[in-house]
């Protein structure tokens, strides 16, 4: 068992995921597009969808937002919900192609944080807060979700390499001899 | 490369129904999430403490570069702000120590006996929908879930969770805030200020050495807390005179009252030209009514949003609400802050038909949006006093 945890995804995931939980509480706070912070955590969730799946990218997603919740003082699964869902969504990207273009992964990551964003609101909503769609939302989930795709290029391999996946190295078949 | 699956997709699925099993049992109050959650944030202490040292010079380079044109402004309007109000404090202080005798000696409600501490803002909320702020001492210093937390300008939140060193407060621009109030009558001047010289020189003189002679008030909820004495009331914009003596109002009391500082002492010592001026001059009346209008619950709206009064009952032959009246905290049986903590102004009236009432838009006093410094007064409501 302890070689599975050892050789799993939160070995490394866990410990990238409370470096840029403490990034995002501190650093992130300051440098604001447009007034809205930029989720850097989300951007991770819907990255390490783009890099691993739709399965993996949920299961990091669900981690870091745990983790989110518990740091933040949230109802531990409300930032969950969300982040699982933004890994999950980028994850369709394998459905389409196997070993994607960087400008793919950038446009699923995209995708992914914007549906993560747009969550967090209905979440609240389900938790008995009153109004969370603001108007600002729609400057928020833009800003989020494109920040997220910029940052795409940086999270999609550290993502990869936190949950331990290997670029598919595509090799010609070996030629059959000649008869 | 992963394959979007039927199995796969039932991953996703109990992952989902465990955000949702975790929710519900967060929200209903666990203690075995409540003790995660505070070891994940001293697992999450050095950590953040590291990324700070990192973090704090880059985000004071930013703030430098984006910012440095909007600090030199308002640093000059601070200066001028404080140039008016050194010649008025002390006889403020001095003012409301007489105002907390004789709440004293009416045995009324006020602050004065409500400990307080001071708290140091560490963090705010990363995401854009929450307005939570991170205070640096919780459970250990006596914090409690509901403590009501003030600033220098008035009330700004309220406690939402607390570990051993840390708490969270939920300012009162958040949705979720909700806070019983009393919308007061804006303070008029029903006489004209009686000016006596003993200098002799007339009030225009005194202006010819004074240029600056118009300010707000200047009692600070935190000057009140450290003198042990109550929260200034309804403290908005009262005019105050340099040259013809502060005011001190009592809005408390119906149709107003004011109470008459002694001047020479209060300013005893003061070298600026200001203060001298001041203290030549010693009477001044003038009466203020702040009649209590309607009680209502301010609910905070979001970020970028300011907060708005609602269940109120306008009733025109009584009192009419209006732009620039005083919001205070109600206190109350139920409520989890005392009464008469300085909210806000309101700034603007929206009529809604039918049984609704009107909305009042409330423009806090604190500025929420930044932070530094911060006072948690122990209150425990009665509500939740054990038996």
Known sequence: ?179 | MAIYTVGRRRVIFGLLLTCALLLTLDLRGNPVLDRARDGFSRVMSPVESATDVIATPLGRAWNGITEYDDLERKNQALQDQVDRLIGTQATARLSVEEYQELLALLSLDSLAGIPTEVAKVVGASSNNLDQIIEINKGRSSGFKVGMPVVNQAGLIGKITSVTDNTAKVLLITDARYVVPVRVLGAPEADSTPTNTNPSGQTNEELEDLVATTVGPSTTLVTDVLNTGTTLPQNDVDPVIFADVGPLVTDPGAPGGESFEPVVGEASAGLDDPVDLVAAATTTTTTVLTLAAKEFGALEGRGRGLIPQIRFLQDNPSIAVLQEGDLVVTAGGFDSLAPPDIPVGVVINRADRSGPGGPLLDVLPYADVTKLNFIRVVKYTPLSEVEQ
């Open chain 1, 1 to 179: 068992m302890l070689a599975a945890i050892w050789q799993g995804p939160f070995i490394r995931l866990v410990p990238a995921g409370m470096v840029l939980l403490a990034l995002q509480r501190s650093l992130f706070v300051e440098f604001t597009v447009a007034g809205v912070i930029v989720q850097v955590v989300l951007a991770l969730a819907a990255a390490a969808g783009a890099a691993a799946g739709s399965e993996r990218g949920a299961i990091a997603g669900f981690t870091l937002g745990v983790m989110y919740d518990m740091l933040e003082g949230l109802p531990i699964g409300s930032t969950a919900v969300a982040m699982t869902l933004a890994g999950a969504v980028a994850g369709l990207l394998a459905v389409i192609v196997a070993d994607p273009q960087w400008w793919l992964a950038m446009l699923f990551t995209t995708l992914g944080a914007a549906v993560g964003e747009v969550m967090l609101p209905v979440v609240r909503l389900f938790t008995g807060v009153p109004d969370p769609f603001e108007p600002r939302l729609t400057i928020v989930v833009p800003v989020v979700a494109i920040a997220a795709g910029l940052l795409s290029p940086v999270f999609v391999p550290l993502a990869r390499w936190c949950l331990r996946i290997k670029r598919v190295d595509w090799v010609a078949p070996p030629r059959e001899p000649a008869l």
